[in-house]
């Protein structure tokens, strides 16, 4: 069993960045893949980068080279810094991660989840 905290979220103008960061705690070596998502209220959940235990990334188009998933696995955390941030960024985001099976696609099928943090991009 996982426990994901997330923390970072805040409200922002255009241009400004944020990195957001997840503290996972239970079976540490048992995490293979965490990623982050973000939700629109009224939309579908998004899932916009991922990472696995020895570091792979994938990243949709929509973030591809504004954010940046990273991790610290001696402390358990996983980060995703946000550049260039803009209106169409506001959502909740969320980091999740999985423990079993070696799928760390964006489709992959995440059972632990956070409870979200907000991003508010406005001027």
């Known amino acids: 069993q996982l426990q994901l905290m997330e923390s970072g979220g805040g409200s922002v103008q255009p241009g400004d960045s944020l990195r957001l960061s997840c503290d996972v705690s239970?079976?540490?070596?048992?995490?293979?893949?965490s990623g982050w998502f973000r939700q629109i209220r009224g939309k579908e959940r998004e899932a916009l980068a991922t990472?696995?235990?020895?570091?792979?990334?994938t990243y949709t188009d929509s973030v591809k080279g504004r954010f940046t998933i990273s991790q610290d696995n001696a402390k358990n955390t996983v980060f995703l810094q946000m550049n260039s941030l803009k209106p169409e960024d506001t959502a909740m985001y969320y980091c999740?991660?999985?423990?079993?099976?070696?799928?760390?696609?964006?489709?992959?099928?995440?059972?632990?989840w956070g409870q979200g943090t907000q991003v508010t991009v406005s001027s």
């Open positions: 990472i696995d235990i020895i570091g792979g990334v």
């Open positions: 239970g079976a540490t070596y048992s995490r293979v893949c």
């Open positions: 999740a991660a999985r423990n079993i099976g070696g799928d760390c696609s964006l489709t992959a099928a995440f059972g632990w």
